[in-house]
Structures are given as structure tokens and as C-alpha cells.
């Protein structure tokens, strides 16, 4: 049987994929190192592929050029 991939993940979850305490993840998305969760509903959750690519370094090098 297919093991189920998640879209979206809630906080703790979130904070276990980058093996990080949930207080640590938290103080990451408030001092907007991390993204904030998408409202689905009354849910918060991450993108797991946008944390992939945050963490991997690709969504920086998908930002094009930066002008200073």
C-alpha cells in the first residue's frame, strides 16, 4: 500500500519534518525566518514543499536577482 504524502502539515508536525522543537519553529515564523502557516478554515498549515525548498536553500535561488 501507497504511504499517504501530506500537502500541508500543522505546526508540530512541521517542526518534527526540521527536526526542530515546536518553540523553536514558532520563534522562526515570528521573526519571519520561516514562512506563516496558510489558513485553511479554522487550520493553520505549512506547505511541506515551500519548508523542502526554504531548507534546501532552492526557494532563495528561485527569487531571482536581488537588487541591493
Known amino acids: 500500500m ?3 504524502v501530506p500537502l500541508f502539515v ?3 508536525k512541521a517542526a518534527k519534518l526540521l ?3 515546536l ?3 514558532r520563534t522562526l515564523v ?3 525566518v520561516l ?3 496558510n489558513r485553511l478554515g479554522n487550520f ?3 506547505d511541506v514543499e515551500l519548508l523542502k525548498s526554504i531548507v534546501s536553500g532552492a526557494h532563495i535561488a528561485n527569487a531571482g536577482e ?3
Open 30 to 32: 515570528q521573526h519571519g
Open 35 to 37: 514562512p506563516r502557516g
Open 2 to 4: 501507497k504511504q499517504i
Open 23 to 25: 518553540a523553536d519553529f
Open 10 to 12: 500543522g505546526e508540530t
Open 19 to 21: 527536526d526542530i522543537k
Open 44 to 46: 493553520e498549515r505549512w
Open 66 to 68: 536581488v537588487e541591493w
